[in-house]
């Protein structure tokens, strides 16, 4: 592959993209200077339009994207995202509202939160929503924010939230910025949580517990609402990572599992492109308990017209401005309408149908440490081919070379060598039995010729890099 040069090599002193006409009038030099030119890059590159076009095409061909191919990273739910739901988004009065128009003037925008508010609280069956938070970590310590409220206001914030070892990785974070210790609960042989462990460390030093489920291993706490039960026998409360909702939606609901705050990300479960460091949307849904504490402001609605409550005194207050990244929940709104609830069962139901299938069709070739039914994902692990010498980060680079995007790799840390796969609902037969073909061509070529795993990628763009030496000297400046 010939490797596209930087925009600076293909630069030629003197070229312009475009050219004014000469000026008829006298030239305003005054104005020259208080007109602001950028000057922080040292030669600047001089290009025509047609080399510009025509570079940054070629370099966006280099990319991969959910628009071509299978994306199976496990829990991130990287799902296709039906091109109607961006035409609807784009639609003029949604991208021309102002913030700061008044609420009689934006009684659709409100209409639409409010919807999508009364539709999540059925598929989650919690009793409220936000949408203030802007991702899901952001949902998380929200979630978090209105629990230490609630406990606060109770006379004893509490000391500690208990985390599984197979919860996602920000959950720590989230209780630790909210104040609060962590501590570890243990996995059972099944992959689940261990009730006993839990039995152990819940106390009236603890606020909460941080539940992910269906787990990161794609196993469904089936032990949830006993868990629950454990917490708030000691006067804690449970929230609920809703990160994995795409297995769950239609089939069954966190608030009939005794789930006290869950965060959904619409830019996951509910169509909107993920990754790239946006667009993203983490609303919180609560119980009637923590109900008070919500962000301000909250749409309400009397008499048949929307409003913004910002009386609400145990409030939290704001957690982003204005309300959220409300073009996503417009786009999340669309693709709940057109699916309906049947429509969203299929989702969750396909979705684990497609998992089990690559599950099956490779679980000769990749070790499974967990033998526990999963859902919409499944962890496999580089054991077998360890003995080769080849690790995960091999196989990885070996996919790219055969036009597979690898799955998310070396999470859960409770699986060494971890391969955490996440096909979704979106993938037909054939995309499935491409990435299962590449897996098992793989797992031949560890046996075979482990060499050409380990020198890999060959026909990438760009070929195996230091990964370390990137991480600790990052390069972040052109250098002529």
Known sequence: MIRERLIFEISDKGKNGFRF????????????????????????????????????????????????????????????????????????????????????????????LKTLEDVLREVTGMDAFTFQPAAGAQGELVGMMLIRACMEERGDPRKFVLIPDSAHGTNPSSAHICGYKVKEIKSNDSGTIDLDDLSNNMDKDVAAIMITNPNTLGVFENQIKEASEVVHSKGGLVYMDGANMNA???????????????????????????????????????????????PVPRVKNKDDQYFIDEDCPKSIGRVHSFYGNFLVAVKALAYILSLGPEGLREVSETAVLNSNYIRKS???????????????????????????????????????????????????????????????????KADLDSFIEAMKQIAEEAREDPGILKSAPHNSYVRRLDETAAARNPKLRWEP
């Open 362 to 428: 490779l679980e000769k070739e990749y070790h499974l440490k967990y033998k526990t039914p999963t859902l919409h994902e499944c962890v496999f692990s580089d054991k077998y081919q360890k003995q080769y010498g080849v690790s995960n980060i091999d196989i990885a680079k070996r996919l790219i070379d055969l036009g597979v995007h690898p799955p998310t790799m070396s999470f859960p840390l409770i699986v060494h060598g971890a391969l955490m796969t996440e096909p979704t609902e979106t993938e037909s």
């Open 248 to 294: 769950l939606m239609g089939i069954c609901r966190p608030g009939d599992m005794g789930v006290d705050a869950i965060h959904l990300n619409l830019h996951k479960t509910f169509s909107t492109p993920h990754g790239g460091g946006g667009p993203g949307a983490g609303p919180v849904g609560v119980k009637k308990i923590l109900e008070p504490y919500l």
């Open 21 to 112: 006409p000469k000026l008829d009038v006298p030239e305003n030099k005054s104005l020259n200077d208080r007109i602001p030119m950028r000057d922080s890059i040292k030669d600047f590159p001089q290009v025509s339009e047609v080399e510009v076009v025509r570079h940054f095409t070629r370099l966006s061909q280099t990319n991969y994207c959910v628009d071509k191919g299978i994306y199976p990273l496990g829990s991130c739910t990287m799902k296709y995202n039906p091109k109607i739901n961006e035409r609807i988004a784009q639609i003029e009065n949604f991208i021309t509202s102002h913030p700061f128009a008044d609420p009689e003037m934006s009684q659709g925008n409100l209409e639409v």
